[in-house]
């Protein structure tokens, strides 16, 4: 599913008028036509209800006038709120604006403060409201006027149905402008916007409903959107059918560095979620001491013991072994609850740069590489860094708010700089690649926020990887079946207290449910 920025969304509205030829006018009816559908779809009582349009005098109003009158053709009773005057409407918007006039639906001008206070106690009576007043393309903050009629809105905590975009949110970021409407529901056009689907814009959206206004296709081509949203048809051609003839050898072989003294549970999670994945064949290795800990609680995976340099920790002197132990793999994943020692640190970052495997970093790998980012652009084979917005401020030297306000930005930015695939974890999983793109992750909730989930999705990735899925699409995949598991486990167990291992042993009922869909 593709997702559109603003400016993107601007360019193919603009070529299909000026290019294919279909009138804007013509748009905007389709806009307001499938919005009225959806309407009524989330609120089949409203012939009961008192409805009101607040518009602002451009196209997003434009929008707004013509779900009034459909209402209005419909036997809705239905009022307009313009927050400007009439004769400063114009273009599409105008003709819409001029139409209702015959239909007979009330057209109140509150242009400014003062006629507001004149209207005030009216439109607090109403008890639905549609939202027209700004839409996409918004990038300062909301101010005066119009921050006064948004939060007087949210104030009456009355059900708001958004046009396109709840007012005052950012189309690009998902960031509330200032103030922004908080919709119950929002109707987009044509393509979702990538800030309906990132926190905090999904709160601010509500039910989502992307209408068809009649982009045609090929433009939407040439204009090149960049960002996608992750679904279950997106991820399943690339998971691999088995042959009848498959064996343990022939569907890949994971080698994980990971655990010290006190986090073995990490690489144990790392290391079983790759099995719960598909992948035929896991080792573990891990400092010499932790290998009797570690064989204990693994039964599936084997464990290889490799040359410690502190008490349960790994060091360089490791990495003739760990070189010898990448023959015959086809994946690394290292990180895990692998400590942060300075001899560890020389260990990660001389594999990072000697490693010919793709290589899956997460936890104490990225905090090992936070001082050393330069060199994942001269590493040998294909990068993928999961780490969480604390580790993501670590790589970019930076605070965690500022990642949180922009993740998709970040994401993409780190990605293209230093040529590795990114997934950067939390609601709205974020995918971003080399060349560019960014994927949204669908799926997932908040009672993933507990301790293990991170090391599941670390060794899922790797796991896929290992049975020959592309870098890109098992960071993908990865992502979209952590989080469907982990949605199915909310739905049976509850909203939180199921733990990271019910997650990994639910992968393999998601995997099913994607390839038989």
Same mark, same amino acid.
């Given at each position: 599913m593709i997702l559109v920025t603003a400016n993107e969304m601007q360019a193919m509205d603009r070529q299909t008028i000026e290019d294919f030829g279909?009138?804007?006018?013509?748009?905007?009816?389709?806009?307001?036509?499938?919005?009225?559908?959806?309407?009524?779809?989330?609120?089949?009582?409203?012939?009961?209800?008192?409805?009101?349009?607040?518009?602002?005098?451009?196209?997003?109003?434009?929008?707004?006038?013509?779900?009034?009158?459909?209402?209005?053709?419909?036997?809705?009773?239905?009022?307009?709120?313009?927050?400007?005057?009439?004769?400063?409407?114009?273009?599409?918007?105008?003709?819409?604006?001029?139409?209702?006039?015959?239909?007979?639906?009330?057209?109140?001008?509150?242009?400014?403060?003062?006629?507001?206070?004149?209207?005030?106690?009216?439109m607090q009576k109403l008890d639905l409201w549609i939202d027209a007043i700004l839409g996409t393309g918004l990038k300062s903050d909301v101010?005066?006027?119009?921050?006064?009629?948004?939060?007087?809105?949210?104030?009456?905590?009355?059900?708001?149905?958004?046009?396109?975009?709840? $007012?005052?949110?950012? $189309?690009?970021t998902g960031q509330p402008c200032g103030s922004c409407i908080r919709a119950a529901a929002t109707a987009t056009f044509a393509y979702a916007k990538t800030g309906h689907m990132v926190l905090p814009g999904a709160e601010y959206t509500g039910n989502l409903k992307v209408v068809d206004i009649g982009i045609p296709p090929h433009i939407a081509a040439?204009?090149?959107?960049?960002?996608?949203l992750i679904t279950a048809e997106l991820i399943r051609p690339q998971l691999i059918a088995r042959p009848a003839g498959a064996h343990k050898g022939s569907?890949?072989?994971?080698?994980?560095?990971?655990?010290?003294?006190?986090?073995?549970?990490?690489?144990?999670?790392?290391?079983?979620?790759?099995?719960?994945?598909?992948?035929?064949?896991?080792?573990?290795?891990?400092?010499?001491?932790?290998n009797p800990i570690l064989e204990g609680q693994l039964l599936e995976a084997m464990t290889v013991p490799l040359p410690e340099s502190g008490s349960g920790t790994?060091?360089?002197?490791?990495?003739?072994?760990?070189?010898?132990?990448?023959?015959?793999?086809?994946?690394?994943?290292?990180?895990?609850?692998?400590?942060?020692?300075?001899?560890?640190?020389?260990?990660?970052?001389?594999?990072?740069?000697?490693?010919?495997?793709?290589?899956?970093?997460?936890?104490?790998?990225?905090?090992?590489?936070?001082?050393?980012?330069?060199?994942? $652009?001269?590493a040998r084979a294909p990068i993928i860094l999961t780490p969480h917005p604390g580790e993501m401020a670590r790589l970019l030297d930076t605070d965690v708010s500022e990642i949180q306000r922009n993740r998709i930005a970040c994401s993409r930015q780190f990605a293209v700089r230093h040529k590795v695939h990114v997934v950067l974890k939390g609601a709205a999983t974020i995918v971003a690649h080399p060349d560019g793109r960014v994927y949204v992750n669908s799926t997932g909730n908040a009672g993933m926020a507990s301790g293990?989930?991170?090391?599941?999705?670390?060794?899922?990735?790797?796991?896929?990887?290992?049975?020959?899925? $592309?870098?890109?699409?098992?960071?993908?995949?990865?992502?979209?079946?952590?989080?469907?598991?982990?949605?199915?486990?909310?739905?049976?167990?509850?909203?939180?207290?199921y733990l990271a291992g019910e997650v990994m042993n639910a992968i393999p009922c998601e995997i099913r449910k994607v390839l038989h869909m």
């Amino acid at each position: 599913m593709i997702l559109v920025t603003a400016n993107e969304m601007q360019a193919m509205d603009r070529q299909t008028i000026e290019d294919f030829g279909v009138p804007g006018m013509v748009l905007m009816e389709n806009a307001g036509r499938g919005a009225t559908r959806f309407l009524l779809e989330q609120f089949p009582d409203i012939g009961n209800r008192s409805v009101a349009v607040i518009a602002g005098r451009g196209n997003n109003g434009g929008d707004g006038f013509v779900i009034a009158r459909y209402l209005k053709q419909k036997g809705i009773q239905v009022q307009v709120f313009l927050l400007a005057e009439s004769s400063s409407v114009r273009g599409d918007a105008l003709a819409n604006l001029k139409l209702l006039k015959p239909l007979q639906v009330p057209v109140v001008e509150i242009p400014d403060e003062g006629s507001f206070s004149d209207f005030k106690s009216h439109m607090q009576k109403l008890d639905l409201w549609i939202d027209a007043i700004l839409g996409t393309g918004l990038k300062s903050d909301v101010t005066g006027y119009f921050k006064e009629i948004i939060d007087f809105i949210n104030s009456l905590e009355k059900p708001v149905f958004a046009v396109d975009m709840p $007012s005052g949110l950012n $189309s690009d970021t998902g960031q509330p402008c200032g103030s922004c409407i908080r919709a119950a529901a929002t109707a987009t056009f044509a393509y979702a916007k990538t800030g309906h689907m990132v926190l905090p814009g999904a709160e601010y959206t509500g039910n989502l409903k992307v209408v068809d206004i009649g982009i045609p296709p090929h433009i939407a081509a040439a204009v090149g959107p960049q960002h996608f949203l992750i679904t279950a048809e997106l991820i399943r051609p690339q998971l691999i059918a088995r042959p009848a003839g498959a064996h343990k050898g022939s569907t890949g072989h994971l080698l994980v560095i990971a655990g010290t003294a006190g986090k073995t549970g990490a690489a144990v999670m790392t290391s079983m979620a790759a099995l719960r994945g598909g992948a035929g064949l896991v080792t573990l290795g891990a400092a010499e001491s932790l290998n009797p800990i570690l064989e204990g609680q693994l039964l599936e995976a084997m464990t290889v013991p490799l040359p410690e340099s502190g008490s349960g920790t790994l060091g360089e002197s490791a990495f003739g072994a760990i070189h010898q132990e990448l023959a015959g793999k086809r994946c690394l994943a290292i990180g895990p609850g692998l400590g942060q020692a300075d001899d560890t640190k020389k260990l990660v970052r001389k594999i990072i740069r000697r490693c010919e495997i793709p290589v899956v970093v997460d936890a104490d790998g990225l905090n090992n590489m936070a001082s050393a980012v330069k060199d994942f $652009s001269h590493a040998r084979a294909p990068i993928i860094l999961t780490p969480h917005p604390g580790e993501m401020a670590r790589l970019l030297d930076t605070d965690v708010s500022e990642i949180q306000r922009n993740r998709i930005a970040c994401s993409r930015q780190f990605a293209v700089r230093h040529k590795v695939h990114v997934v950067l974890k939390g609601a709205a999983t974020i995918v971003a690649h080399p060349d560019g793109r960014v994927y949204v992750n669908s799926t997932g909730n908040a009672g993933m926020a507990s301790g293990g989930m991170g090391d599941v999705l670390t060794g899922l990735i790797a796991g896929l990887i290992a049975q020959g899925v $592309s870098p890109g699409a098992a960071c993908r995949a990865g992502v979209y079946l952590h989080g469907a598991a982990a949605d199915s486990l909310a739905e049976t167990i509850g909203p939180y207290g199921y733990l990271a291992g019910e997650v990994m042993n639910a992968i393999p009922c998601e995997i099913r449910k994607v390839l038989h869909m």
